[in-house]
């Protein structure tokens, strides 16, 4: 068979003008591969892979230190955020609380003001002593309305400088989705290494 290629090789060889031969006559001829050749080669084809495996395990390791890092400060986050929800809720209560006890004030004021109409209207001695009891208790109630009152005020601006401060909140909110979306893209670089790995 290689008898019926040089055969071939000569034929086509004579067909060709006489610049083409002397340019193919020129042209460099490939070195036999020595005996070890083959056998050399595939072994710097596995030294070649060998390392690059390597490469590819340090990164997978690296990686995979980064998704654990990401989702200890994600479950860190995620208490911060819980507990800050806890005190805004307790802030919100405490300002419900004031508001039904400022409610039961008004309508106790209200009650003891027609009491002390009344009394007016039916004036006698002891009813205008009565009176002003019921007067002084008035004062007292509204005193301590006002006070309540001042209360809920600072009650309210402190819930609502906690709604201020949920700057803080939202930020969380915005740091965990961007933690999330990192840890995304690690489990999926870490998913195509070690499905490179694996085949």
């Known amino acids: 068979m290689l008898e019926e290629i040089a055969q071939f090789e000569q034929a086509e060889f004579a067909e060709l003008p006489g610049a083409a031969r002397v340019e193919i006559a020129k042209a460099k001829k490939l070195d036999p591969l020595a005996a070890d050749g083959p056998a050399a080669i595939l072994h710097g084809e596995i030294r070649q892979l060998t390392q690059e495996n390597a490469k590819l395990k340090l990164q997978l390791e690296e990686l995979e230190k980064k998704a654990n890092t990401n989702a200890t400060e994600k479950s860190d986050l995620s208490d911060t955020l819980t507990q800050t929800k806890d005190a805004l809720q307790k802030a919100s209560?405490?300002?419900?609380?004031?508001?039904?006890?400022?409610?039961?004030?008004?309508r106790e004021v209200a009650?003891?003001?027609?009491?002390?109409?009344k009394l007016k209207t039916t004036s006698s001695g002891a009813d205008l002593t009565s009176a002003k009891d019921t007067e002084e208790k008035l004062k007292k109630t509204l005193h301590d309305l006002l006070a309540l009152r001042a209360e809920?005020?600072?009650?309210?601006?402190?819930?609502?400088?906690?709604?201020?401060?949920?700057?803080?909140?939202?930020?969380?909110?915005?740091?965990?989705?961007?933690?999330?979306?990192?840890?995304?893209?690690?489990r999926a670089k870490l998913a195509k290494y070690e499905g490179d790995a694996e085949s």
């Open 93 to 106: 209560t405490s300002a419900k609380t004031a508001d039904s006890d400022l409610d039961a004030l008004q």
């Open 111 to 117: 009650t003891a003001q027609a009491e002390l109409a």
């Open 152 to 186: 809920l005020t600072t009650a309210k601006e402190d819930l609502e400088k906690k709604f201020n401060s949920t700057a803080a909140y939202n930020n969380m909110k915005k740091m965990l989705t961007t933690k999330n979306d990192q840890i995304k893209e690690l």
